[in-house]
């Protein structure tokens, strides 16, 4: 936070020590210890609650969007208008399987064996 180095570190020292001497230094050093360690969960309690209504928003964003390119209703329509729509005779019919001569590419109806492999070597 503060960009503090060693000197400035013993300057502040023996100033508070000159300040408000050896008998409560001590006592003032715990207060400001305690003071600052508020002062950050403050701080870092602010900025999660910042972050979580940030994500909140982005994802309201999200949502919002998602309804204007494709409301809820339309989604939830397109089923029923399929279940309602007669079925064309080619969607009724289902098509025959092709038997081995006709899938064949050199027209022999002999069935393919699949490649053993040797696995005694391993």
């Not at 000159?18 to 400001?32: D, F, H, N, S």
């Not at 940030?54 to 409301?71: N, W």
């Not at 989604?75 to 006709?102: F, G, K, N, Y």
């Amino acid at each position: 936070m503060f960009d503090m180095g060693f000197w400035e570190l013993l300057v502040i020292g023996v100033v508070a020590l000159v300040v408000i001497g050896p008998e409560r230094l001590p006592k003032v050093a715990r207060i400001a210890g305690l003071w600052l360690g508020r002062a950050r969960r403050t701080l870092s309690s602010v900025q999660e609650e910042i972050r979580r209504e940030l994500k909140a928003d982005e994802l309201k964003e999200i949502l919002d969007k998602q309804a204007r390119s494709r409301p809820l209703e339309s989604i939830l329509e397109e089923p029923a208008e399929r279940a309602a729509r007669p079925a064309s005779i080619t969607e009724a019919a289902p098509t025959p399987p092709q038997d081995q001569a006709s899938a064949g590419l050199d027209g022999s109806t002999a069935a393919r064996r699949p490649v053993e492999r040797d696995t005694s070597a391993s």
